[in-house]
Structure formats: C-alpha cells, structure tokens
C-alpha cells in the first residue's frame, strides 16, 4: 500500500437516504483503518458553516464521499470540496448533477445513442387529470436516488391522484414505460465493467427493486454473474461504460437496467440511471461485484482514495 493518508470518510447528510449512508460511511471507515489510514468521519449535516470549519480544522488528504442522495450526490458538496481545493472520491460537480437529474442523464444517454426506454418530464398536477402515457407506466422524481418516491402505474389502477396527494418530490415527474422483466446492474471500476448482477426482490409487497428491497436484509437476492445470453451480457456491459463516459463519471458508478426477455428472440435491455455514489453497505452491489472479481472491500475502498482528486 502507498503512505498513509489523513482521510475524512463523509457520511450521514440531509437527504432520504441518510441511513444508508450512515451505513455505507461506517463500514468504509473500517476498511481504509484496516489499510492503516488515518481516518475521521464527519456527518455532513445542514449546517454548511460548520461543515466547512470541521473539514477546515480536520485537513485531510483525502474526503471519501460516501454520501448518498440530494446535497452529496448531485454536484453540491462536490463543488463545495472543489472549492476547498480538497481532493475527493467517486464524481465532480458535472458527472454528479447530470446523473442525479434524471431528465438531463436521460438526454445525455439520448444523445449519445444509449437505449432507453420512451418517457418524458410532467408537471406532476398533469398526473391527476390523466395517463401522460398507455398504462402501465412508471412515474419517478426527477432528482432523488434508490427508487425513492418511484411508483408504477398499471392498467385500471385507481392510484393516479394518491400519487400527486403524496408527492413531496418537487413540481415535475419523470414518466416512462414500465418496462417487464428483469433488473439488472452493472458496476463500473474507471473504465473497466465488473459483472452484471440479475436482482430479483424477496417477499411480498414489492413490485419492483425499491428502498426496501435494496437495503433490508434479505430484501432481495442477487444473481452474479447473471444468466443471460452472452450477447446481451457484453452488451450491458458496454453500455454501463458509455454511460460512464458519457455523463464524465470518475472512480466508481453503477449503471441500472431493465432486461426484458419476455420475446427471448428479441431481448431489449434499458438503461435506467447511473449512480456515481454506489452503496458501500454489507447488501450493496458494487461491493459485492468487487468481491467477484477478486477486488476485497479494503482494497475496493483503498482505490477509490487513489482514485481521488480535485477539480479546482
């Protein structure tokens, strides 16, 4: 390992996944003392003064980000640390806002010639008057991470106004089709795709790959490498790679897809999202990808700091 460094593991932060990060910031703090790193962790709270004085006060070589959702995971405290001239993991400020802002990572995957399925941006009020598209449909944030605030709308579901009542999300949704079939994710370590994990929720009440399905234990089961036709496989794993480079990621992310293989004959694979602050917890897919290819959650952690930089 090279020398020690001072590292300030952020963790915790604002938004609805708070927990998770709480989570993913622990267990990194572990790994990076494990490699005898010299290591704090700072919860990132709403006081923007005194975070910027304890990070100030703590100096650190390294901030490891493992914040997730609004405020760590789309560009703000990235510029923040930028402006600090403090070198960080994971995304800049650019990579970070696009990817969290489904509405613009949906252009960029457009534009650069990504699959992804047919949708587009609703003042969310349009919801109660009616489908914006042929049922079912799936109606999502355009600005929040792990399926937060995701429903799927199928036909003859009287559920369109207790989605608007609800919403708590902002002034707009992303609607797009749902699409059958399978989840699926591929993790990405710089320019290299790691494998592709097939993710089947456990249990009951859950129609697809949600909040509780990715983070209760046992709340989903996860197949990898995943049993799909070779062909199709190199095709995800091309794809999570452009969709890498195309929104500028740097160190880790994760790019998440439907497979529907309903018509074996004639599969279509989705691109969903990227996340450029993959779950760092004891059920997370990037770390459990690592491990497969022979990368150990230390070492998976010790690249991410040598990975780490800043854009100032």
Same mark, same amino acid.
């Given at each position: ?101 489904? =509405? ?5 995957? &457009? +534009?650069? *010639?990504?699959? $992804?399925?047919?949708?587009? /941006?609703?003042?969310? @009020? ?8 042929? =049922? ?5 944030? &355009? +600005?929040? *991470?792990?399926? $937060?605030?995701?429903?799927? /709308?199928?036909?003859? @579901? ?25 989840e699926i994710t591929v993790g990405v370590m710089g320019e290299r795709a790691l494998t592709i994990t097939d993710i089947t929720p456990t249990g009951s009440g859950h129609d697809f790959y949600d909040y509780d399905a990715k983070y209760s234990t046992g709340g989903s089961r996860h197949e990898l490498p995943a ?86």
């Amino acid at each position: 390992m090279s020398t020690s460094k001072r590292i300030t593991v952020l963790m915790g932060g604002i938004s609805s996944e708070r927990t998770v990060s709480l989570s993913s910031g622990q267990g990194v703090a572990e790994a990076l003392r494990s490699l005898g790193h010299t290591v704090s962790t700072l919860d990132a709270g709403a006081d923007l003064g005194a975070l910027v004085a304890e990070l100030g006060a703590q100096k650190p070589d390294v901030v490891f980000n493992a914040l997730h959702g609004r405020f760590g995971e789309d560009g703000c405290i990235q510029g923040i640390l930028d402006w600090m001239g403090l070198a960080y993991t994971h995304s800049g400020v650019r990579a970070s806002a696009t990817a969290m802002n489904k =509405a613009a990572a949906r252009a960029a995957f &457009v +534009s650069a *010639g990504l699959p $992804v399925a047919e949708g587009r /941006v609703i003042d969310i @009020a349009e919801l109660a008057e009616g489908d914006p598209l042929a =049922a079912p449909y799936v109606v999502k944030p &355009v +600005s929040e *991470g792990s399926s $937060v605030g995701v429903s799927i /709308v199928r036909p003859g @579901a009287n559920v369109r106004e207790r989605i608007v009542r609800d919403w708590t999300f902002g002034p707009h949704a992303l609607v797009e089709e749902f699409i059958p079939g399978r989840e699926i994710t591929v993790g990405v370590m710089g320019e290299r795709a790691l494998t592709i994990t097939d993710i089947t929720p456990t249990g009951s009440g859950h129609d697809f790959y949600d909040y509780d399905a990715k983070y209760s234990t046992g709340g989903s089961r996860h197949e990898l490498p995943a049993r799909i036709a070779p062909d199709v496989a190199q095709r995800a794993l091309d794809v999570a790679v452009a969709a890498h480079k195309t929104l500028g990621c740097a160190g880790a992310s994760r790019s998440d897809f439907r497979l529907d293989d309903t018509d074996p004959a004639n599969p279509r694979l989705i691109l969903l999202e990227v996340n450029t602050q993959p779950g760092m917890t004891a059920t997370s897919l990037l770390p459990e990808q690592a491990a497969y290819c022979g990368i150990s959650f230390p070492a998976l952690c010790h690249w991410l700091v040598e990975q780490a930089t800043c854009r100032q």
